[in-house]
């Protein structure tokens, strides 16, 4: 992705990293706890609602929103000018990160403080800025605790869900001083009283997007906190960056969009803050920036938008509830997949932001159970994206070549012999009964370990006769 | 090539061709048509499972009510309005002895700063309605109501005419034309600030007021 | 994911039986069991010899020239307008969801499409075509029920094992916790990691013990063999069957409901 990749814990690790978190029963408790929580959060705030027509509306939004994609963020610039916010365009996440070092570096600006941004993690902007010797600070207090533990988020809603109270209290005795204390209040209030502090003497405030509306020229934050409303309100200037898929055309979308974005990530009917930006402070107003910036990121979206299939990975609100539901989630935790988004939707959006090559254990790691498909607020279908992303990574399918950077890096010539051996087989019945007759007639021979699979398990048992030997007796 | 054109010519000129929009209907976040007394019930309802309170009053009744929140709660000063009816209103009852210090916002933020972030107890607002199915309140801070004023006090105090309630926030957009001209900064607000970072337990006041409290006028 | 809607047929003549290859080759008592099911609706069931796999493996593993072979060979079986019933809710969902996507833009399209929408998840056409009803002959007893994933979700039929099980009046089914939960096979995901299937279908197990019966009825085969397997490996009090088996033992005047 970018030459500061290197910060982040290595995506070709996966199987290791699983492995550990597997092993680790804290881990394993902690997410347990929290994801059934969340489902069932989900579940009673969706009660009396025509849910599936509404995850209808939410996907045909955004299908629009897609196909007028251009029009859109060309309206969005102009309304967004006209109101006096300044756009700029960034082709990656180095550029993105340069166009805010710049604005940084032309207020003389030393410290940023961060709203939550996603994107902000996919370019990640903290380590840049570092660099350039600016302070970024995270005032989300998740997103805190994980910087202060100089960690990456675990979940995109909840980024701190791998540790616990304890874990926490340490963490900011070490780091800040706080008394250690079990009591929630407590490390909360504290945080509290260290961010205000920094709120005030911040030179620039970053935060995301969650909806940008073309039709008005208005930014759109979604949060429960506070520090959103902060990060974009107590700096002088404010820099949002975001994703360009994440315009739609008007505020009525929102209304919608709104409604399942909340309810599917943390089952709540809204949130605390719902902030809408639509400029700078005007002469006679008291508080707000003077200036306001909004940095559009393609970073390989540009590239998922020309298929068709893969389109419908830029659907995608962030509620992060496929995560929520996904078994494999639940039980290796976010740091596992080492990509900024974990879970389902990291799985069929990373691949195309690191390379099929270097995430091509991405889409394997799920048993396309589709829990994730069915709960997606826009109906992504999550598991045939899986299943593309799959066929791309092995070249597996001549009538429909793959596309994605890095395809076919996991095509094995033994494996590939194999699937041509089993389809070779399996296309020819006659092969395929003298073949399971014989297996069934010398079951005896049947080894009883089958790699594995029975690590875990006892191998599966040939029956004495196959379906077909008795099918054809019964007929007799 | 600039990188705004380079990314807009790949979106237009899109290897899988032009893309159809589906058509959206909207009827599906329709309510029913509650009375005003079953909006107040369900915004009431909404604004106290997220630790909220809502009391209800009338117009001479108001002011009274605060007077009462402000001292149960042993607030020291209120910031109020300059100009709108709350704080004109609170200004001329400036002298009862249940009412804390009066301060009003009306100098920009940067000759203040501190004193609003450590030392105003409380703030009052207006609000431009209400939102019945999720107890949500409209916020469009004005030079005379700014936007730190429903922030950073850790009581915010926000005053809702109950016929200012809508059903949904689909119904209130429409109603007030949203889509004619938004302000620099409009809220949805639904509740003290809270979090639940630190495993999954909730806490509140984590950056913004700790308590929000409605004041309804019937 | 489901039908929206599902257009169930009236109970037909005939149908095709699309036995599947784990059924073939280590169920076939549970494909038996389904004919005998149907028979006794008073269907007549062709079985074609030429069936093999639906391709489902290679598919998943992204194969899909290898498993388009496979499935191409399936698409001449089924040459009359019959329905076409499937003791799975796994390969079923792979010929009814998968086959037009597989097929798309080939020559074959047309007929995949034919195939796709004659396929029926096997109790479902039991429950809704067939409208069957059951007569429980066997001793009381308690059971717990696993829907696979795709028999839950790309077939719709979460509602008709319990509805099936519910006919059979000496019979108590059991709720495990998170029964939507996946068990953790995914065809060849137990096998590139094994690790997480593991600790997946540990968990399954525990909820399906932690019912207090040590009988559990599933849908699919490969549910089957991967939670059974794993109950026997780890000596947990869990034996398995697949839910046609159980439905016809209980309900079969010949082995007396045993």
């Known amino acids: ?145 994980v910087q202060l533990a100089d960690e990456t988020p675990s979940h995109i809603i909840m980024p701190a869900i791998h540790k616990n109270t304890g874990e926490i209290s340490e963490l900011m005795h070490d780091k800040t001083g706080t008394d250690l204390s079990n009591d929630v209040e407590y490390l909360t209030a504290s945080a509290r009283q260290q961010l205000r502090e920094k709120f005030m003497n911040a030179d620039v405030g970053v935060s995301g997007v969650n909806f940008a509306v073309a039709e008005t020229g208005t930014l759109c934050l979604v949060e429960n906190e506070g520090n959103g409303r902060m990060t974009t309100t107590v700096p002088p200037c404010h820099i949002a960056v975001t994703g360009i898929e994440k315009v739609v055309p008007s505020l009525e979308d929102v209304s919608a969009l709104l409604a399942l974005l909340t309810r599917s990530a943390t089952g709540q009917h809204i949130t605390t803050y719902f902030n809408m930006i639509s400029g700078p402070r005007k002469p006679e107003e008291l508080d707000g920036p003077e200036e306001v910036h909004l940095v559009l990121v393609d970073n390989g979206r540009a590239t998922i938008y020309q298929d068709d299939e893969l389109l419908d990975t830029l659907r995608c609100i962030r509620c992060g509830a496929c995560m929520n539901h996904c078994p494999v989630y639940t039980r290796v935790g976010g ?65 429909h070549p793959a596309r994605v950077r890095g395809h076919g890096a996991k095509r094995s010539s033994l494996e590939a012999m194999i699937w041509k051996g089993w389809s070779w087989m399996h296309s020819n019945a006659g092969v395929y009964r003298f073949g399971t007759g014989l297996a069934t007639r010398f079951r005896m021979l049947q080894p009883g370990k089958a790699g594995a699979w029975t690590d875990y398990r006892t191998a599966p048992k040939l029956a004495s006769k196959t379906l077909h030997e008795r099918m054809k007796e019964r007929k007799q | 090539m600039s990188s705004r054109n380079t990314i807009l010519q790949r979106l237009r000129n899109r290897s899988g061709g032009t893309l159809s929009a589906p058509e959206c209907d909207f009827s599906v976040l329709k309510r029913p048509d509650w009375s005003t007394a079953e909006r107040l019930d369900r915004f009431e309802q909404m604004i106290e499972s997220v630790h909220g309170e809502v009391h209800r009053c009338t117009e001479d009744s108001w002011v009274d009510r605060l007077a009462e929140v402000l001292t149960t709660r042993g607030a020291r000063n209120l910031l109020i309005p300059k100009e709108h009816s709350i704080g004109l209103r609170l200004r001329t009852e400036a002298q009862r002895e249940d009412l804390p210090n009066l301060l009003i916002y009306d100098e920009p933020i940067e000759s203040w700063q501190s004193v609003l972030f450590n030392d105003v107890d409380a703030s009052i607002t207006s609000t431009r309605g209400g939102i019945a199915e999720t107890g949500s309140l409209i916020l469009w801070p004005t030079p005379d109501e700014p936007r730190l004023m429903s922030l950073v006090a850790p009581i915010h105090i926000a005053v809702l005419r109950a016929d200012e309630l809508y059903t949904t926030l689909h119904d209130a957009m429409r109603a007030q034309n949203w889509a004619s001209g938004m302000p620099t900064n409009a809220l949805l607000i639904s509740g003290p600030s809270k979090t639940a970072d630190i495993e999954q337990t909730l806490a509140y006041g984590v950056h913004g007021p700790k308590e929000l409290i409605v004041l309804v006028i019937e | ?116 929408e004659r396929v029926w998840e096997l109790t479902d056409f039991l429950l809704n075509v067939c409208h069957i009803k059951l007569e429980d002959l066997g001793q009381p007893t308690k059971v717990a029920m696993h829907t696979s994933c795709s028999a839950r979700r790309e077939m719709g039929v979460a509602e008709v094992g319990p509805a099936l099980i519910g006919q059979l009046n000496n019979v108590t089914l059991v709720e495990q916790v998170r029964a939507e939960e996946c068990c953790g096979f995914g065809g060849t995901f137990a096998v590139r990691h094994p690790e997480i299937s593991g600790a997946m279908v540990s968990e399954k197990v525990d909820a399906l013990v932690e019912t207090g019966t040590q009988d559990f009825v599933t849908t699919d085969c490969g549910c089957l063999m991967n939670i059974a397997g794993y109950a026997e490996k780890n000596r947990k009090p869990l034996t398995g069957q697949h839910i046609l088996s159980f439905l016809w033992e209980r309900t079969n005047k010949a082995g007396g409901g045993s």
């Open chain 1, 335 to 399: 740091h596992a997949y080492g990509t900024t988004y974990p879970g389902p939707i990291g799985k069929i959006l990373m691949p195309h932001m690191v390379g099929l090559d270097e995430g091509r254990h991405l889409p394997t790691a799920s048993s396309l159970c589709g829990a994730c498909g069915e709960v997606c607020p826009v109906k992504i279908p999550i598991p045939d994206l899986l299943v593309r992303l799959r066929q791309e990574s092995v070249d597996g399918d001549k009538l």
């Open chain 1, 1 to 145: 992705m970018t030459d500061s990749a290197h910060h982040h814990v290595d995506v070709k690790q996966f199987h290791p990293r699983a492995r550990e978190a597997i092993g680790n029963p804290k881990i394993r408790q902690n997410f347990r706890r929290a994801m059934d929580g969340l489902m069932a959060k989900r579940k009673s705030a969706f009660e009396g609602w025509d849910l599936e027509t509404l995850r209808e509306l939410g996907a045909n939004i955004r299908l629009r929103a897609l196909a007028n994609l251009p029009d859109l963020l060309e309206q969005l610039e102009q309304k967004l000018t006209d109101n006096g916010i300044k756009v700029h365009w960034a082709v990656d996440g180095d550029e993105a990160c340069r166009i805010i070092r710049d604005i940084c570096v032309a207020r003389d600006a030393k410290s940023v403080i961060k709203g939550k941004s996603m994107v902000s993690e996919e370019m990640e902007l903290n380590h840049y800025l570092s660099g350039e010797g600016i302070e970024a600070l995270e005032s989300d207090l998740g997103e805190y605790i």
């Open chain 3, 1 to 116: 994911m489901a039908d929206p809607i599902k257009v169930y047929p009236a109970k037909p003549r005939k149908v095709y039986f699309f036995g599947t290859c784990l059924v073939d080759m280590f169920y076939p008592d549970a494909g038996i069991a389904g004919v005998e099911l149907l028979e006794r609706e008073g269907i007549e069931v062709i079985f074609p010899q030429g069936q093999t796999c639906c391709g489902q493996p290679a598919y998943t593993s992204g194969y899909h020239d290898e498993a388009r072979s496979v499935a191409r060979a399936q698409l001449d079986l089924f040459p009359e307008d019959w329905p076409i019933v499937v003791p799975s809710g796994s390969c079923g969902g792979m010929m009814r969801k998968h086959y037009p996507a597989l097929f798309r833009d080939t020559g074959d399209e047309a007929r995949a499409a034919s195939v796709a």
